[in-house]
């Protein structure tokens, strides 16, 4: 394969796009960070190996660019699912199934930016649009507490539901996975709910617990 002409003055994020664009379809295709190595991506580029290195130090560089190639879009789909709805609770759980969703659809990428150490900036982004929706739900008193906390509380029962539908595909999951994301983000929320309520560490006995939870849920049923 023949290489690309030396890039001129001001054409080097546009060379620097190119070689993010190759090196995700080689990612997405392979499903692994090992075969994105950088003379491969030069190849597939048309550029020189050390064309790359001007744009990326190392590999570890290059794996984390592309992946983070990738955020924007769970931005804005969280922002959308916000948006969707005026109940700060109710945005709360669809921002939840977008975040969940966005992981789903691009598995590689959540694999190496969330699920191994190293990824800051991926974690910082992912905690912000959680700290943004559960601030809200304080603020209208449907949940009480640090938002930081209570917001760590709900990411880590999300990010264990799809960190587990990524690392074990081949477990026997419910067939519709939309309803049981559904279920968990649910879980999650109603009983960050009640729990911060509740004095810390406070757990009712069982029997006492089933009578006011039956009876609190025919309430809001009917």
């Not at 507490?145 to 539901?161: E, I, Q, R, T, Y």
């Not at 990524?166 to 109603?190: K, N, V, Y």
Request: charged content about 20%; some cysteine; aromatic content about 6%.
């Amino acid at each position: 394969m023949s290489t690309r002409v030396r890039a001129r003055r001001g054409e080097g994020e546009r060379l620097r796009e190119e070689i993010l664009r190759v090196a995700e379809e080689l990612l997405v295709e392979s499903g692994s960070e090992d075969a994105l190595t950088l003379r491969a991506v030069a190849r597939l580029a048309g550029v020189t190996t050390p064309s790359v290195y001007l744009h990326f130090a190392d590999k570890e560089a290059l794996v984390q660019a592309v992946c983070l190639r990738s955020w924007n879009e769970l931005r804005e789909r969280m922002h959308a699912a916000a948006a969707s709805a005026e109940d700060p609770f109710l945005a709360l759980g669809r921002c939840g199934h977008a975040y969940a969703r966005f992981a789903l659809d691009h598995p590689v990428q959540y694999r190496l930016l969330m699920m191994r150490p190293g990824s800051p900036q991926a974690s910082a982004t992912c905690f912000g649009h959680m700290v943004d929706g559960v601030s809200a739900c304080v603020s209208a008193g449907v949940l009480r507490g640090d938002p930081k906390v209570l917001a760590l509380g709900l990411w880590s029962a999300l990010h264990g539901c799809v960190s587990l539908l990524i690392a074990q595909p081949g477990f026997a999951w419910p067939e519709d996975l939309d309803a049981f994301i559904d279920d968990t983000i649910r879980m999650a929320g109603l009983g960050s709910a009640l729990a911060s309520r509740l004095p810390r560490r406070t757990i009712p006995a069982a029997a006492t617990l089933t009578t006011e939870l039956d009876t609190f849920a025919a309430r809001l049923t009917h």
